[in-house]
C-alpha cells in the first residue's frame, strides 16, 4: 500500500566513487586484502544448526547416517584454483556491501510509514468521535421517539379502559334486565302452571259432571239406537228384498235381451251387422295379435327393427307437414303410400308394423292438434280416409290402434270385467284398456282425457262422412254414424259419463246436419231422445242427466243441447 504522504527531511546521501573491482566485485591486487568483519549470513552459513538440519527425523545425532562419501575429483590446476578463490572473495564481497542510497530510501519509506500511520490513526480517531457523537444524537432521538410512543399508548391503553368500563357496565345493566326478565318469566310460568292447575281441577269437576251427564244420555241414546236399529234392519230387509227383485228383473231383462240378439244373430250376419261388445272383442284380439306377432318379430330382429325404425321417422314428419289444401292432402297421401308399399314389396312383419306407426301417428297428430283447433282434423281425416281405403289391411289395425288409445269410445261399449280372452284385469290393465295414459302410476286428469279422446273421435267421425272413391271397410262407412248414436243412446251407463257427451257434442258438429238429410225423421226421433236426455233426464229419469255431475260434464251437456237447436234450426229453414 502507498500513501501519498510528505517524507521527512533528511539529508540526501552522498554516494562515493566507486572502487574498480573486478567483474565479480573483488579487489583488485592493487587493493587492500581488508575484509571486514563476518556477517550474520556468514554465521548462519557457518553455525552448527545448519549442519544438523537433517537431524530433525532422529532422535540424536548418533542415528543421522554418515554423508555419502564424495567422488573423488581432479587436481585443480593453479590457474583453476586461483578463479575459484577469486570467484568467492567476490561472492563474500557482494554480500557485505552497503549501498548508502538504499540505506536512505528504506529509512524514507519508514518514515513515510509512520506519518500514514499516525494521519490514519488521527483520521480513526475523528471518525470513531463522530459516530460516538451521531450514535449519542441517535439515542437522544430514539428516547424521544420512544417517550412519545409510550405517551400514545398510555392514551390508547386509557381509552380502552374507559371502552371497557362502558362495555362492563353495558354487559352488567344487561345481565340486570336479563335477570329481571328471567325473574319475571318465571314467576309468570309459576302463575300459568297455578292457573292451569286450577283449571285442570275445574276441568275434572266438569269431566265428572259431562261424563255423568253423558253416561245418562248415552243410556237414554242407546235405547233409541236400539229402536232405529230395530227399524233399519227392518227397511234394510225390504231394500234387499227390493234389489233382489230389481236384480231378477234385470236378468230376466238381460236373458230376454240376449234371446232376442241370438235370435237376430242369423239376421246381422246376413246383414254385415255386430254387437258392440264383439267390435270391441275384435279390436282387441287385433291388437294383441299386433303385437304379440309382427311388432315381437320386428323389435327382436334388429336388420328388421332398424328398417321398421327408418319407415317410422318417415311417416312422423309427413304426417306433421298437412295443411288445409287438397294438393297438400293428395301429395302426402301419395308419399306415405310410397313409403308403407315401395317397389320392393316389404316382409309382412315389416308391412304390419309399417300400419301401425302410421296409425299410431294420425292418432297423436290428433290428439295435439285438434285438440287446439278442430278444423285441423278435416285434412288429417281425408288423409286417413284414403289410406283406409288403399293399404291393405290398414282398416283393422287402425281401428284396434284408435281402440287402443280411446277405451271403448269408438265402439261405444264399456269396458267388461275380463278381457277379450276371458282373463280378469289388474288395476292398471283395466285403466289402460279404458282410454286413460299413466304417468308414474297416476293416470291423466278427467279434463285431459275429455278432450284427447274428443279430438281422435273428430276425425272418426269425419273418417265416416269423407268422400272416397271406393267403399271402406264396415267400421268406417257412413251407417257406422247412425249405429254409434244407436248404441250409445241405448246404454245409459255410458250416457252417464263426461266423455260420452263431449264425443256426441264431437259427432253432432262433424256430421249432425248431414244425418238429418239422409236419414230424415228416423234421426230427429233420435235427437229427441238425446235432447230429452240434456234437459229432463235419461229415458225421462229427473236428475239422471247426460254427462253426469261433473264440471267437464255439464260443459259438454250445454253444448250438445245447443248443437241439436242449432241443426234442428237450420234444417226447419231449409
Not at 286450577?198 to 233409541?224: I, M, S, T
Amino acid at each position: 500500500m502507498r500513501y501519498g504522504l510528505p517524507r521527512s527531511t533528511s539529508p540526501s546521501p552522498e554516494r562515493r566513487s566507486r572502487r574498480r573491482t573486478s567483474t565479480f566485485g573483488l579487489p583488485s591486487d592493487t587493493d587492500s586484502d581488508f575484509e571486514g568483519p563476518p556477517t550474520d549470513s556468514d554465521s548462519e552459513l557457518s553455525s552448527p544448526s545448519s549442519l544438523s538440519s537433517d537431524s530433525f527425523c532422529y532422535e540424536s545425532e548418533s542415528q543421522v547416517p554418515p554423508p555419502p562419501p564424495r567422488p573423488k575429483r581432479e587436481p585443480r590446476s593453479p590457474a583453476e584454483q586461483r578463479h575459484a578463490e577469486d570467484t568467492v572473495a567476490a561472492i563474500r564481497l557482494r554480500t557485505r556491501y552497503h549501498d548508502p542510497y538504499e540505506e536512505w530510501e528504506k529509512q524514507t519509506r519508514k518514515d513515510a510509514f509512520h506519518t500514514a500511520r499516525r494521519a490514519q490513526v488521527q483520521t480513526r480517531l475523528e471518525t470513531q468521535g463522530r459516530r460516538t457523537q451521531r450514535n449519542t444524537q441517535e439515542l437522544k432521538s430514539l428516547a424521544t421517539m420512544h417517550a412519545q410512543q409510550l405517551v400514545e399508548v398510555q392514551k390508547q391503553l386509557a381509552a380502552l379502559q374507559v371502552r371497557q368500563q362502558t362495555e362492563v357496565n353495558k354487559l352488567v345493566s344487561s345481565w340486570q334486565e336479563q335477570d329481571k326478565t328471567f325473574r319475571n318469566r318465571i314467576e309468570g310460568v309459576i302463575r300459568v302452571e297455578e292457573e292451569k292447575l286450577r283449571a285442570k281441577l275445574e276441568a275434572e269437576r266438569k269431566a265428572r259432571e259431562e261424563a255423568e251427564r253423558k253416561r245418562k244420555e248415552e243410556e237414554e241414546k242407546r235405547k233409541v239406537e236400539e229402536q232405529a236399529k230395530r227399524k233399519e234392519e227392518e227397511q234394510a230387509q225390504r231394500q234387499r228384498e227390493a234389489e233382489a227383485a230389481a236384480k231378477h228383473q234385470e236378468e230376466e231383462k238381460e236373458r230376454l235381451r240376449r234371446e232376442k240378439l241370438d235370435a237376430e244373430e242369423q239376421g246381422r250376419a246376413q246383414l254385415g251387422m255386430s254387437l258392440a261388445e264383439e267390435d270391441w272383442v275384435h279390436a282387441r284380439e287385433t291388437l294383441k295379435n299386433l303385437k304379440a306377432g309382427p311388432m315381437k318379430t320386428v323389435k327382436g330382429n334388429q336388420p328388421f327393427k332398424s328398417k321398421w325404425s327408418a319407415i317410422r321417422r318417415q311417416i312422423t314428419p309427413k304426417i306433421g307437414q298437412l295443411t288445409h289444401d287438397i294438393d297438400s292432402v293428395m301429395r302426402i297421401t301419395q308419399q306415405l303410400i310410397d313409403i308403407i308399399c315401395p317397389s320392393e314389396r316389404l316382409p309382412l312383419d315389416i308391412y304390419f308394423a309399417a300400419l301401425s306407426s302410421l296409425a299410431k301417428a294420425v292418432l297423436l297428430q290428433a290428439e295435439t292438434e285438434v285438440t287446439a283447433e278442430k278444423r285441423s282434423a278435416i285434412p288429417l281425416a281425408m288423409v286417413a280416409a284414403r289410406l283406409l281405403g288403399t293399404l291393405e289391411g290398414f282398416p283393422d289395425i287402425f281401428f284396434a290402434k284408435l281402440v287402443q288409445r280411446c277405451g271403448g269410445w269408438p265402439v261405444p261399449s264399456a269396458i267388461p270385467s275380463t278381457d277379450s280372452d276371458g282373463t280378469a284385469w289388474n288395476e292398471l290393465e283395466r285403466i289402460k284398456a279404458m282410454g286413460y295414459r299413466t304417468n308414474d302410476g297416476q293416470r291423466e286428469t278427467l279434463s285431459d282425457h275429455v278432450m284427447r279422446v274428443s279430438g281422435m273421435m273428430r276425425v272418426y267421425f269425419l273418417i265416416l262422412a269423407a268422400p272416397v272413391p271406393q267403399p271402406l271397410d264396415k267400421m268406417f262407412q257412413l251407417p257406422r254414424f247412425w249405429t254409434y248414436f244407436a248404441r250409445m243412446i241405448g246404454d245409459e251407463r255410458l250416457l252417464e259419463t263426461a266423455v260420452a257427451a263431449q264425443v256426441l257434442h264431437a259427432a253432432l258438429d262433424v256430421g249432425g246436419m248431414e244425418a238429418k238429410f239422409i236419414w230424415g225423421n228416423q234421426w230427429v226421433k233420435m235427437l229427441e231422445l238425446l235432447y230429452e236426455g240434456a234437459t229432463t233426464g235419461i229415458g225421462g229419469v229427473a236428475g239422471k242427466l247426460l254427462g253426469g255431475q261433473t264440471p267437464e260434464g255439464k260443459a259438454a251437456r250445454v253444448r250438445v243441447q245447443l248443437q241439436i237447436e242449432r241443426i234442428m234450426d237450420t234444417t226447419s229453414l231449409r
